[in-house]
């Protein structure tokens, strides 16, 4: 446990694998790789975005499938933690989750 | 075709399965299965099932398994992905870069990679300690129902559905149970047991 709140204490990057530096959210479900990387440590999976009822909501699954994070991005960027992986359920990790997320208006 | 394929999937997997009339006897029919299985290379198709979306994330790849605790999952696709189990360790491989963990030091995925590995070696005696076990069959396939003991692994996992096929007692699907509503399922096919496997490197984590 300790190992786990070390490695997510010293998150220092999220790489969304884009070339774009925002996600926009659409009607439609997109998936877009991701990693989250730790020094030497990582974590990969895909992101799937929507907009849903006026907000974002972007779902991290990781590569077994098992949820790593669902939160709802609202359009002022304000957001809504539906569920969190206890391993990434930091302030500093869902907060840049949600800066390269935008709606699509 | 396609959709005559998957109605007969879904036939086979919606069949009323009934509480086992003779688990002991499974367990050593099981036993006898695993002793006698050296590697099964298959095929593999990954559906997550995502409730929020009403909406599913599929993938697919190589299975690979070779006795006693070593399992490939080769995603097809790009970027390229692997997942490698052995000896304790779990390395994943993405887009080339590669990243090695101690099972211990990641108590979430660990328990995702031995519980798919307890699954796919067909030992679910390894999974007892923490686990009850429901032991059912129908005339196509057993089913056992897992479900965890442990509250904070209820909390990610809420149960696992292991199907096997009557025939020759290999793993046909997996269905990983996050919640009521989300779920994964690992569905296996094309299995080749004590064949050549692809790269007798892909298991060497380094």
Redesign the interface.
């Known amino acids: ?1 300790r ?2 709140l070390t ?1 997510a204490s010293i998150l220092v990057a999220l790489l969304l ?1 884009s070339c774009s530096p925002r996600f926009y959210a659409s009607e439609s ?1 997109q ?1 877009m ?1 991701f ?1 989250i990387s730790a020094g ?5 999976g ?1 992101m ?1 975005v ?1 907009e ?1 009822d006026g907000n974002a ?1 972007a ?1 991290g ?7 790593l994070f ?1 939160i709802t991005v609202k359009p002022d960027g304000t957001y809504v933690t ?1 569920s969190c ?3 990434l359920d930091r302030n500093v990790v869902k907060k840049l989750i949600v800066k390269n997320i935008r709606m699509d208006r | 075709m396609v959709l005559l394929q998957c109605l007969v999937c879904q036939g086979v997997w919606a069949q009323n399965h009934e509480p086992m009339a003779d688990v002991q006897a499974f367990k050593t029919s099981l036993e006898a299965r695993n002793s006698s299985t050296e590697t099964i290379v298959c095929h593999f198709v990954q559906n997550k099932y995502l409730s929020a979306f009403d909406s599913s994330v599929k993938s697919a790849g190589t299975f690979t398994y070779q006795s006693p605790d070593r399992i490939c999952l080769d995603y097809s696709g790009s970027p390229s992905y692997k997942i490698v189990l052995a000896g304790g360790k779990m390395m994943t491989v993405s887009g080339g870069r590669k990243s090695v963990v101690d099972m211990n030091s990641n108590p979430v995925s660990s328990r995702m990679a031995s519980l798919i590995s307890a699954c796919m070696s067909g030992n679910p005696d390894a999974l007892a300690g923490s686990f009850d076990i429901e032991y059912l069959q129908s005339a196509g396939n057993y089913l056992l129902s897992v479900k965890p003991k442990s509250k904070s692994v209820q909390s990610y996992l809420a149960g696992m559905d292991i199907y096997l096929s009557v025939n020759d007692m290999t793993v046909d699907k997996l269905v990983m149970h996050e919640n009521e509503e989300d779920y994964t399922e690992y569905i296996f096919t094309d299995k080749k047991l004590n064949g050549p496997i692809p790269d007798e490197k892909m298991f060497d984590i380094r």
């Open positions: 446990m190992k786990c490695y694998c479900s998936g790789d990693t030497r440590r990582s974590i990969d895909t799937v929507r849903l909501r779902v699954i990781s590569r077994f499938g098992m949820t669902d539906n992986a206890d391993f």
